[in-house]
């Protein structure tokens, strides 16, 4: 069976749309095609001129080689302001073009499904915003308009060689529609090569990001060489993907160079025996040769200038892929909580699959307003799943999940989450100043409510001791800042976003005895009579809490407070007896 052959990269499409997402900034790539155009007549222009030029010398015509010699002049003068146009218009198209790329990338980073993000590694979305957005900026500044100029340039002076001698020309150009052929047919496998090589290239972006994300552990783990072999493995991969765009353009630079030299070849020796007799003048022999010059380097030039414009189609077929993903649900309203509606947070008969994987299962529970209900179970159970359902990180089936009695597919996304304060487990924290990370909980709160905010979770007297106090920066995950103290400034930065409902996923689970007590006391103030949801394992949150939902394999099994199901000796009492006794005794 023969092997499927791999789909051509869509060049022209590309470059059309690049046009159409560059908006206004076009205007500039069209002027300097117009630069390109100028171009184009003046240079056709003057090597007529030239030729003139040297037949009145030749023919002894002082006058009218004066006059000619101006003009020529002139003409070549004239390349000088044009060219100054056409360089200064493609730099400012291709800038702009970059800067609107790289806002559409981001904003639409922002807003991609979380299923979307969670099957990728961060690395490609990496690779993708720096080398293929490099790659584009290649085509936007000199690849496309380097194609327009040689090809117009091209055409143009093959017409004049015509114009010129028939015959000749005609000699000259007997294999140049042969080569074209040739060069253009290893423009599509150099575009195919160059995606593959940029996806490598994402990967190996991945690998070396892993391995400094998680340092630590793989020195702790005396994991160096594996990692170290991971790296090396993806590198020789994009290595040796590299290395075949490479040979595809050796091989397209060099038969261009051998096939550019024939036509000269045959003019010179055919031009020479049209000139002694008297077919044609030595002016119209050394215009000939000037222009072919224009005909011939194309074939140099021009199939490495269109494996540019592959390499460029292959990089915005990635970026085009990324930017056609569907954003998150828009639309929906936002609605004002009415105390006393009804439950605050419903599901009913959820189902959630992640792939062939079943995660919920015919999950229903109701979460009343001021209660506090506890989600525990084997890890995998699916409790942080209900706390991102709630958040819509993933889309529902409508009327399954409510929030103050509404459907939640009725909600903006925006809305919902703004009812919705979040603390995880893995707290992040912005490579800014920690003022700055509280404030995302309310952006454009003062200066007084964050400090107020920082009070009441605890974190206040340790931030003013540092030595810029709360404009300190955090470090690049809250990396200068023990597990305890992000805890505080999250929890800060959720007293200062005030919403009516807490989620918790673990918040306390990576802290050590004492920080967690200190944390768990500070987040008890915070959830007095709020609707809380928490996904815990410590013994203090469940015990405390209204209601008790145990989940396993996606099914709620058991439901109640802690007496409750203690009294039940169940499956809580069971997970109890396993995962709490011990901490019970500890505490």
Known sequence: MNAEKPPKIPVWPSIRRLLMLAGRSRAWLYLAAAMVVLETGVTIGWNFSLARLVDFVSAGNYTSFTATMWITLALLLATAPLSFLRARSVGRFSERALATLRELVAEKATRLPMRYLEERHTGDLLAMVNADLGKLKGLAATSLIDVLRQSLLGLSAFAALFFLSWQLALASTLFIPVVLV???????????????????????????????????????????????????????????????????????????????????????????????????????????????????????????????????????????????????????????????????????????????????????????????????????????????????????????????????????????????????????????????????????????????????ANIHDFIISLPEGYRTLAGERGARLSGGQRQRIALARAILKNAPVLLLDEPTSALDTEAEAQVQEDLERFMAGRTTMVVAHRLSTIRDADRVFVLEGGRIVEQGSHAELMALEGRYFNLYQRQFDDGEKAA
């Open 182 to 456: 040739l060069m253009s047919s290893l423009n599509q496998p150099i575009a195919k090569r160059t995606q593959e090589m940029q996806g490598a290239i994402g990967e190996t972006v991945g690998v070396a990001q892993d391995g400094l994300a998680g340092l630590m552990v793989t020195r702790a783990f005396n994991l160096t060489k594996v990692m170290d072999e991971r790296f090396r493995r993806s590198n020789q991969s994009a290595l040796s993907k590299g290395l075949q765009v490479a040979r595809l353009r050796a091989i397209t630079n060099g038969g261009a160079s051998v096939f550019g030299v024939l036509p000269f070849l045959l003019t010179f020796g055919f031009g020479g025996w049209l000139v002694i007799n008297g077919h044609m003048t030595f002016g119209s022999l050394l215009a000939f040769i000037n222009l072919l010059n224009f005909v011939a380097n194309p074939l140099g030039s021009l199939p490495p200038a269109l494996a540019n414009l592959g390499e460029a189609a292959g990089a915005a077929q990635r970026t085009y892929e990324m930017l056609d993903q569907p954003a998150e649900r828009e639309g929906g309203q936002g609605f004002s909580p009415v105390a006393g509606s009804g439950p605050v947070v419903r599901f009913e008969g959820v189902n959630f699959s992640y792939g062939e994987e079943q995660i919920l299962s015919e999950v229903e529970f109701n979460v009343h307003e001021g209660e506090t209900v506890a989600l525990v179970g084997p890890s995998g159970g699916g409790k942080s799943t209900v706390l991102k359902l709630l958040l819509g990180f993933y889309p529902v089936e409508p009327q399954s999940v409510f929030l103050f009695g509404r459907d939640l597919n009725d909600w903006s996304l925006p809305a919902a989450r703004s009812q919705m304060a979040y603390m995880a487990q893995d707290t992040y924290l912005f490579p800014v100043s920690i003022a700055e990370n509280i404030a995302l909980g309310r952006p454009g709160a003062g200066q007084e409510e964050i400090e107020q905010a920082a009070r009441q």
